[in-house]
């Protein structure tokens, strides 16, 4: 890990399901002052309605907007990376920015992208 890591929404979906893996990738994050990211759009995918649950998830990271600088990164990974979903190439994106590791439980089409974010590691959760 460089400077943090950046979850997708399947690793939001990990935590709410309460995953051992992504339970211990929050916790040792906490612990080391690692920052946590979830880019604005992961939010829209993975929010079904307020729970304790979701909101305690919510506290635990940072929420970042969609900036036009990001939606335009990712943009251009989406003409690059045939078949990819704007969700993930924001994801990406994000992840780009700051030399994050990505968590995710969709690793293949994520590791599509990495060919375009070459900084980005992706490593699979849940």
């Known amino acids: 890990m460089k400077d943090g890591i950046t979850f997708d929404t399947g690793a939001m979906i990990a935590l709410e399901r309460r995953s051992a893996r992504a339970r211990k990738v929050l916790e040792r994050a906490t612990e080391l002052k690692i920052r946590i990211t979830v880019p604005s759009a992961v939010i829209t995918e993975w929010w079904r309605g307020r729970s304790d649950v979701r909101d305690h998830i919510a506290l635990a ?4 907007p969609l900036s036009e600088r990001l939606a335009k990164l990712a943009g251009e990974a989406l ?9 993930d190439a924001i994801v990406m994106a994000s992840a780009a920015q700051r030399g994050d590791v990505v968590y995710t439980s969709d690793v293949g089409d994520l590791q599509r992208l990495a060919l ?6 992706v490593l699979g959760i849940g």
């Open 61 to 64: 990271v940072r929420i970042e």
């Open 79 to 87: 003409a690059a990376v045939r078949g990819s979903t704007a969700v």
């Open 116 to 121: 375009h974010f070459r900084a980005v590691r």
